[in-house]
């Protein structure tokens, strides 16, 4: 057995696994259409998705830098990378559980 879960702001959805990876590739590439490249997905739909993320947290997640000819760059705000770090934490945490629920039924069902 699988289980997957998601992050909720008053009801609504802030994110779950591919949003928290697209905050990770813009840490480590300091460009958000470098990361939606590496996540085979459009600037737009990043650009989008850090929006929908940060008006529902009420806040920056990403710093965006603005550039010349070259384009910006793009930073974890320190609130983006508390998300980051904590979903990391919950998803272990979680697949813990889910190991343990899944042991608990091969014993009873096995």
Not at 58 to 79: D, M, Q
Not at 88 to 98: D, I, K, P, T, Y
């Amino acid at each position: 057995m699988q289980a997957n879960f998601w992050l909720l702001a008053d009801g609504c959805s802030v994110g779950g696994h591919g949003r928290i990876e697209l905050l990770e590739r813009i840490r480590q590439s300091g460009s958000i259409r470098q990361a939606a490249i590496a996540m085979g997905m459009s600037y737009r739909a990043a650009w989008g998705a850090v929006q929908t993320m940060e008006k529902r947290l009420g806040g920056p997640l990403v710093n965006r830098a603005t550039g010349g000819k070259g384009g910006g760059g793009a930073t974890l705000s320190e609130a983006g990378q508390r998300l980051v770090d904590a979903y990391r934490s919950l998803e272990a945490e979680h697949a813990r559980q889910v190991t343990r629920l899944n042991d608990k039924l091969t014993r009873l069902l096995g």
